[in-house]
């Protein structure tokens, strides 16, 4: 298996703009999961879902995040409109059973 | 509710020396224990774990850890430390509503190794 698969790998944008980051997780597995990375706040949980539904979104930071999972076999997580202080590396996780398997993330810069 | 402490945020060692990472927990039910690490510029990936059973766990790049119910710890060690063990490692436990996979994770150790 090829794995979490995240992309883009790498996003700079300018601060107001819409920003999608998508997720493909582990063929089979029903967990997935919605990460922040940052210096001043370390790894933040924002949103997961459980065969698709959304089961806990407390983590997510405000109403410009929006995140879905239409099948499957994609998610995405998007911020609209964006904003500076939204930077951050952004993982994706997805699981089986209890251990959680990483994708490699999404660097977002917003200028 | 759950929670991770993970003591020092830093950690300096000499390569070949022995490496200790600590990991307190509290969990209102019988944990689920995790150590990820977690290389520059790359996702988290599973160093071992620890459910049922053995409480001593081995895992990758000869890691393991303990897990002491008494002391609520699960300590990362590994004898002698290369220049590529030089990660971020964290500590996780399972979140204890037992209904979800979700995870509570520390705040992370940096681990740098000195020629």
């Known amino acids: ?111 | 509710a759950q929670s991770v402490t993970q003591l020092g945020s830093h950690v300096s060692v000499s390569e070949g020396a022995l490496v200790l990472l600590r990991c307190n927990y509290s969990s209102s039910v019988p944990p689920y224990l995790f150590w990820y690490v977690q290389y520059p510029n790359q996702g988290l990936q599973l160093l071992l774990k620890y459910t049922t059973g053995a409480t001593l766990v081995k895992g990758i790049n000869g890691f393991e850890a303990e897990f002491k119910k008494s002391e609520t710890s699960f300590h990362l060690t590994k004898p002698s430390a290369h220049m590529s063990d030089a990660a971020e490692y964290f500590c996780a436990v399972r979140a204890s509503d037992g209904a979800t996979n979700k995870l509570i994770f520390g705040t992370g150790t940096l681990l740098a190794v000195q020629p």
């Open chain 1, 1 to 111: 298996d090829a794995g979490v698969i995240q992309s883009p790998r790498h996003e700079v944008t300018e601060m107001g703009q819409e920003v999608t980051l998508r997720c493909k997780p582990i063929s089979g597995h029903d967990y997935l999961f919605w990460y922040r990375q940052t210096m001043m706040r370390g790894l933040e949980l924002l949103i997961y879902f459980n065969n698709n539904v959304p089961i806990d979104d407390s983590g997510m930071p405000e109403d410009r995040f929006s995140a879905k999972m239409p099948n499957a076999s994609f998610s995405t997580l998007k911020i609209q409109p964006s904003e500076p202080r939204d930077s951050a590396v952004y993982f994706c996780a997805s699981s089986l059973g209890v251990e959680q398997f990483f994708g490699p993330g999404t660097r977002l810069t917003v200028l």
